[in-house]
Structures are given as C-alpha cells and as structure tokens.
C-alpha cells in the first residue's frame, strides 16, 4: 500500500490536484472561517458590486457577498455529491455481489433493472425523481445516487464473475464457508481497487449532476445557496454582472477537474492491466 501511495504522490499532477481537493474540503467542512460575510446577508447599499477586496467575487443583486454564498454552497454541493455516491456505491455494490456470485435468475433480473434504468440520461432521470418528490436534501441525494447505482452495479458484478472462479473462493466454499462470507470476506476484499476507482470518477459527474439540477432551479430550495444554483440565478446578470456566474461556474470547474485527473490517476496505479 505505502508503494501505491508513493507511486500516485510521484506524480506532479496527482499531488497538486490532491492538494486543492484537501483545500477545497476543508472550506467545505469550515465555511465561516474564510469568510466574514453570511450568505443570507443583504447589503442594499452593495448592490451588483464589481469584485474588490471587500468582496473578493462581488455582490448579486441583492447585495449578498458572492464569495460566502461560494464557500457555503460548495459545502451543500460536496455533502449532496458525496452522500449520493456513497449511497450508489453501497447498494450498487450488495446488487452487483449478489448478482455476479448467484448468476441465473438472481443476475437476469438485477441486471435487466439496470438496463432499464441506463435507457434514461441520468440528470433527465434525476429531474424526474426531484419533482416526484421534492428537492429536500435528502430526497437529492437519493435522486443522484439512484442514477449512479446501475454503474456500480455493472462494475462490480462483472468483477464478482471473475473472482468467483479463482482457487480461494473455491477453497472457501469447500471448507464450509457461507455464501455471505465468501462474498464480503473474499470477493469483496478483493474489489477494493475496483470500488475506489469507481467511486471517484463517479463523483466528479454526481457533481456535475447536482450543479445541473441546482441551475435549473431543482437543488436545495432558495435561499440556501448551492454553487449550480448560483450559475443558474446569475444568468439574468450575465452582460451586466458576469461575477455572479463565472466565478461559481470556476469553482464547479475546478473540482471537477481535480476530480477527473485524481480518478485518472488511480485508476492508472490500482488497474491490474495497468501494471
């Protein structure tokens, strides 16, 4: 592991992107440590204010300090991306372990409930979930993680029908063990590399997914600010007060790209093709 570890840090790349993540996590975790605004403040006298050192990304139209509304709403968003992951991984996982160790039946159905949810663009089915049921916190994580849980249930299975045949696992089942050990014990330990690679290269498109439904208004409801929100609500402005946009629009990027060379990079150091 700590070769693993060595050999991702060699690279320039990973370090510094890795580094802006930690950043931008430990903004997220403490928002108002970095700003001295709130982001529910108005100031009338602030109104469509061009970036100063005062505030740093200007004022929206109500007077409310872009930079604060930034930090706060990067917490929203990283919660609900995370936590839609993280829910996607969890049942995508015990879906996909079940349908690659038990095949037949078990497999047919699983993997057909996939198919039919990988027929729909995944924001369009999102969309669909949020105004079923309301853009609450939760009801966005388990709207994004739903989209994500066919994804992790097609890699792991696909893992799951390799390691199923190898001499451990047979041995395993010769000694006695039960099938839900053999799949969390075995298998699973063995699908370490697979999940971590998944994880963070989904995590980057939950993000997106959220930012998408937050500018189209279907995030955390006003006036709780989440970073797709505040591209959205800036929109109107974009010839008169273009800061209102493009800096949260920057945030999104940045992140995302940080996301997407990190993924790049494990997957090129955990991958067994790779090595």
Avoid at 128 to 134: P, T, Y
Wanted: charged share 10%; with cysteine.
């Amino acid at each position: 592991m700590n070769r693993t570890v060595r050999k991702f840090l060699r690279n320039p790349l990973n370090l510094i992107f890795l580094t802006i993540l930690f950043l931008i996590l430990i903004v997220a975790i403490f928002p108002g440590i970095f700003t001295r605004y709130t982001p529910y403040s108005m100031d009338y006298n602030a109104i469509l204010e061009k970036p100063s050192l005062n505030h740093l990304f200007g004022t929206d139209q109500f007077g409310r300090d872009i930079f604060s509304r930034c930090v706060y709403g990067l917490q929203k968003s990283v919660v609900i991306a995370f936590s839609s992951i993280l829910f996607a991984s969890f049942i995508g996982t015990i879906l996909g372990l079940i349908a690659g160790y038990y095949g037949g039946a078990w497999d047919l159905i699983i993997m057909r409930i996939c198919d039919g949810f990988f027929a729909f663009p995944s924001l369009i089915l999102a969309l669909f979930i949020v105004a079923l049921f309301g853009s609450t916190l939760l009801n966005l994580i388990i709207a994004i993680g739903v989209v994500y849980v066919p994804i992790f249930a097609r890699t792991v299975r696909g893992a799951t029908l390799s390691i199923r045949e190898t001499l451990f696992v047979k041995a395993s089942k010769v000694i006695g063990k039960s099938n839900t050990k053999i799949m969390f014990n075995d298998i699973l330990l063995n699908l370490s590399s697979v999940l971590i690679v998944t994880f963070t290269t989904n995590l980057s498109t939950a993000f997106l997914t959220e930012a998408s439904l937050g500018f189209l208004g279907l995030s955390v409801p006003p006036p709780e600010p989440t970073l797709g929100g505040l591209v959205g609500q800036g929109t109107a402005f974009l010839l008169s007060a273009p800061w209102i946009t493009l800096f949260p629009g920057f945030v999104i990027a940045i992140i995302v790209l940080s996301l997407n060379i990190l993924g790049d990079g494990l997957r090129d150091i955990l991958d067994p093709k790779n090595k």
